[in-house]
């Protein structure tokens, strides 16, 4: 047995180790001069040999899927928010009377993020009522000036966007009547008073 026959039996050796095992069928023979030989087709006078040759599988490459958390933070940093404002009341506008009710409209572009939070601030205080409200009605305004704005806050509660403030104003109207002015409107002076008749003396 020669080197050559040596090699190709360890190589198939090797091969019969691996995990995936198929079948491959060989036929060999040894010549007058005493070398032997291997085929892998049918060679008259030669012998069938079964060897259990493997083929490795293809190396697989997993890609890592980002979990849905880290695949929402990335999208919610993502979202920018164009614009945020109060459109409704006027900037200074006035309101009479002791029941007044002011309503409050507010749009952002674009719209609220899904698990984002709209809030709005009436005088620097919160109103938990209007959250996520596109319109809300203010009522019980104390006479004075007022100031209202609008907040989004992501959901680990940071400040994304704010509006400016809108001013506006409640007055009670007067029950007191105008004071009379004008030249028209003046007390008119006394008639003067009769002269003394003299009368002859007889």
Known sequence: MNI??????GCLFALSSQAQESKRALWTWTDA?????FS?????GARKVEIATSIPPAPQVATPEPTSGAAGRSEAAAFTY???EIWQPQQDASFFG?????EVRIRSEPD??????????????????????????????????????AVIF?????????????????????INAPAA?????????????PAPVSRPRG
């Open 4 to 9: 050559r026959v040596l090699l190709l039996l």
């Open 33 to 37: 001069n005493g070398v032997t030989h």
């Open 40 to 44: 892998d087709r049918p060679v008259p």
């Open 82 to 84: 164009q614009s945020l």
């Open 98 to 102: 002791a029941d007044v009710a002011v």
């Open 112 to 149: 609220l993020a899904t698990g984002h939070t709209q809030r709005l601030y009436l005088d620097g205080k919160l109103i938990e009522a209007a959250n996520n409200a596109e319109s809300y009605t203010l009522t019980n305004l104390p006479r004075g000036a007022h100031s209202i704005s």
């Open 154 to 174: 992501d959901e680990r509660g940071n400040e994304r966007i704010r509006s400016q403030p809108r001013v506006f104003h409640v007055r009670q109207p007067t």
């Open 181 to 193: 002015v004008g030249p028209n409107l003046r007390p008119r002076p006394a008639p003067p008073a």
